[in-house]
């Protein structure tokens, strides 16, 4: 919720914000799906929060498609 509220009433005062269009959707198995974003600003801005496995997948894959590592923001979390 925290996140949300800064997002919507306050980031778009300290950074620019990039929204973003669905680009593919493609079903990966019979209960899953994969949708690929687009962003329809200039650069990539990417906030990711997960477990630490998840999130070091999604960041490698970003990274591999040349998004720079200062864009993408992370938040671990933990079910323990």
Do not use: N
């Amino acid at each position: 919720m925290a996140f949300y509220v800064y997002r919507e009433l306050l980031a778009r005062f300290f950074l620019s914000l990039h929204d973003y269009e669905v680009d593919a959707v493609k079903a990966v198995d019979h209960d899953l799906v994969e949708i690929v974003l687009r962003p329809l600003g200039r650069h990539a801005l990417v906030f990711m929060c997960g477990p630490q496995g998840m999130l070091s997948a999604f960041t490698a894959q970003f990274r591999a498609a040349g998004i720079p590592s200062r864009r993408l923001h992370r938040e671990y979390f933990d079910w323990r």
